[in-house]
């Protein structure tokens, strides 16, 4: 549905990604993984049509994104950035509304409000329902945004680092909510996101950038093992099969010289 | 916001509009009551532009204090009303007429915005603040040679100087009234097909994109708007500055809302409010002793500090 041909993006003389090819697999959740500046939100933005490649394309259904109106684009494929800077004084049923404007244009149809509400309740922020955006606590916020989002009702959604600043349990909330996403409506979700642990346990692809070049592309299962993680983040990895799923365990890392350091 | 404050806010226009027009003019139809109507249709035309200008650059600049004189279009007027007094002194200016000035400036500030949103804008990389910033240099640049020009007049032309730089009713005139009800007419016929985009565009650029916005073609058109309205209201009633401040943030504490179907009317009415107190403070309480961007300033200062204070949360 949504792929990248030959894409290529550099800010003066660094690149930033080179010459990038990957096909998205539909009704998955794909996470983009790898180190800080490896291009990850560079190629998601490229894909939202929010910056412009230097060369190559994103394709959509096999036509160039460039090729499809804005306002087209914005009921194929739905992007949220991480954590907005938001000081405007808006209710949550308000913000989840502009998530109809590609429909609506601003005059929201008995339809519309019926997929706010659907979007608010799939979220189960009911009770925030009119709380003031600039009210709630950050994993709140990012619930109302991420509800937004779905009410666009988007075949495509793009997420860079949703679980950007929020506690354990927001994150896991988030992530259930993304997985019952693809699960229940078949929608293709490919988010940036920097804990691996979550990226094992929910995603079904896994897309890895090192350095502005893809370095990994396939099922999550080939991607979490120990030597690919390890020459992928340069740090010393273990995989623990756990019951309820993978653990990467990487916060202690095993000094192989350390004998050398010592002398 | 509610149908209530809206009723309300336009009977108090109505009401303060009938005091202006009528109050101690012994019924004159033949000369004070026609005088008065014209500094009424000033007030009109003028507070809508100053209103919709502000609220909508607040809007495209993501930011609520800051309003189009940031840009430099009003130290374009300044200065060209300088240089008039310096090459053709006060007789001069007098013969080149109101109506004459009038077109001039208001083409000379819409040159100087085509020529720097062509120069800033055209390209897709760049963005709303690099403008702002070549702006505010460009206003000092051009208000440090108004100043050099201010040198080289005489006392008596800087006297008519002082008086072309604070906001002022007594200049309108049926013709330069014309042109500019027909111009803000247009710009509010074009602006009006992309309302609801506006509102899309306070959540940022990029949410804006997101949800469907050509967000760079916008922001080219309503800066255009934008540049037309403030050149009106400029070569209207004289350079306003940062009244507009007042005015947006006063309807955003009133509406408490930012959608633009509602603070864009609200806004002109509150704008239209303001100028009709203070012009009837300045004509019948201070007898001309002092100017209604000082009493616009000192009054709505006041009241917008205490609204911080009192309401203490983002509007």
């Not at chain 1, 927001?170 to 988010?191: F, K, N, P, S, Y």
């Not at chain 2, 040159?111 to 403008?131: F, K, P």
């Not at chain 2, 633009?260 to 239209?272: D, I, N």
């Amino acid at each position: 549905m949504i792929s990248v041909e030959n894409l290529c993006k550099e800010y003066a003389d660094k690149t930033v990604l080179a010459s990038a090819n990957a096909a998205f697999p539909v009704g998955c959740i794909t996470s983009l993984i790898g180190p800080n500046g490896a291009g990850k939100s560079t190629l998601l933005m490229m894909m939202a049509g929010l910056i412009k490649p230097v060369s190559g394309s994103v394709f959509f259904d096999g036509v160039p994104v460039g090729d499809i109106p804005v306002a087209d684009y914005a009921r194929k494929v739905a992007t949220l950035r991480q954590s907005p800077g938001f000081n405007l004084r808006l209710k949550v049923h308000e913000l989840v509304a502009f998530g109809r404007f590609p429909y609506s244009k601003g005059a929201l149809s008995a339809h519309d409000r019926q997929v706010i509400d659907d979007s608010i309740a799939f979220l189960s922020l009911e009770h925030l329902r009119n709380a003031f955006i600039d009210e709630l606590s950050g994993g709140q916020r990012q619930m109302a945004f991420l509800a937004m989002t779905i009410a666009q009702q988007t075949p495509v959604l793009l997420l860079d680092e949703p679980l950007n600043n929020l506690d354990m349990k927001h994150a896991v909330q988030i992530m259930q909510a993304l997985r019952r996403l693809c699960d229940e409506q078949g929608r293709t979700v490919i988010l940036v996101i920097h804990d691996i642990n979550f990226a094992a346990n929910y995603s079904d692809h896994i897309v890895a950038l090192k350095s502005g070049a893809i370095h990994f592309n396939g099922p999550v299962y080939d991607a979490v093992t120990e030597t690919l993680l390890s020459d992928l983040y340069e740090l010393d990895f273990e995989i623990i099969n756990s019951k309820r799923g993978r653990v990467c365990d990487y916060f202690t890392p095993v000094l192989e010289n350390e004998n050398e350091v010592d002398g | 916001m509610s149908l209530r404050v809206m009723s309300g806010v336009v009977v108090a226009v109505l009401v303060l509009a009938v005091i202006f027009v009528f109050m101690g003019s012994g019924l004159d139809f033949d000369y004070i009551i026609p005088k008065r109507l014209e500094r009424l249709a000033g007030i009109l035309i003028g507070g809508v532009c100053v209103a919709l200008s502000s609220i909508v650059f607040q809007t495209l600049v993501n930011n609520r204090i800051l309003t189009p004189a940031i840009m430099g279009y009003e130290a374009v007027y300044l200065m060209w009303q300088a240089m008039l007094l310096l090459i053709l002194g006060t007789h001069g200016m007098a013969a080149l007429g109101v109506g004459l000035n009038f077109l001039m400036s208001s083409f000379l500030i819409l040159i100087y915005s085509w020529a720097m949103h062509r120069w800033l804008l055209s390209q897709g990389r760049r963005d709303v603040y690099q403008l702002l910033l070549v702006g505010l240099v460009l206003t000092m640049v051009l208000g440090t040679f108004t100043q050099f020009v201010q040198l080289r007049i005489s006392p008596g032309e800087f006297s008519v100087f002082q008086n072309l730089s604070y906001t002022s009713f007594n200049r309108a005139q049926p013709e330069t009234l014309l042109y500019a009800f027909l111009a803000v007419l247009a710009v509010c016929v074009v602006g009006y097909r992309y309302l609801s985009e506006l509102d899309v565009l306070l959540l940022g650029r990029e949410q804006a994109v997101s949800l469907g916005v050509n967000e760079p073609q916008r922001i080219r058109l309503y800066m255009a708007l934008i540049a037309i309205l403030v050149a009106v209201s400029t070569s209207l009633i004289g350079p306003t500055a940062f009244l507009g401040i007042f005015i947006a943030n006063i309807t955003y504490a009133i509406t408490k809302s930012r959608l633009h179907r509602h603070t864009l009317p609200l806004g002109s009415v509150v704008a239209v409010i303001i100028f009709i107190t203070a012009q009837l403070l300045v004509e019948r309480l201070f007898n001309y002793k002092t100017t209604v961007s000082i009493l616009v300033n000192l009054v709505c200062g006041a009241y917008f500090l205490m609204l911080m204070v009192r309401v203490r949360t983002t509007l």
